[in-house]
Nanobody, 115 residues
Framework: QVQLVESGGGLVQPGGSLRLSCVLSGNIFYTYTMGWYRQAPGEQREMVAT???????SYADFVKGRFTISRDAAKNTVYLQMNSLKPEDTAVYYC?????????WGQGTQVTVSS
């Protein structure tokens, strides 16, 4: 079993910043991919950014240049630094872990961008 606990969501004005954190615990494989996904009301869940244990990173086009994913291996934590936030970034953000056919999700953290 693997557990993921997200934190850092909240309400922010357009143009503002937030940093999300996801702490990973349990039976973690040495090689894995972690990522951030988001789901807005009435929309499908979509990939925001992913990072592998070997530091390969991918971003969705709509966050390139604004969001940064990073990983602290010693703390088993993945971060998503979100800058220049827009109202359309409003969604529940989920942390994801995938390794060797296993997949786990966090409980989600709400991000609301509004003036």
């Amino acid at each position: 079993q693997v557990q993921l606990v997200e934190s850092g969501g909240g309400l922010v004005q357009p143009g503002g910043s937030l940093r999300l954190s996801c702490v990973l615990s349990g039976n973690i494989f040495y090689t894995y991919t972690m990522g951030w996904y988001r789901q807005a009301p009435g929309e499908q869940r979509e990939m925001v950014a992913t990072i592998t244990s070997s530091q390969n990173i991918s971003y969705a086009d709509f966050v390139k240049g604004r969001f940064t994913i990073s990983r602290d291996a010693a703390k088993n934590t993945v971060y998503l630094q979100m800058n220049s936030l827009k109202p359309e970034d409003t969604a529940v953000y989920y942390c994801n872990y995938r390794a060797w056919g296993q997949e786990y999700w966090g409980q989600g953290t709400q991000v609301t961008v509004s003036s």
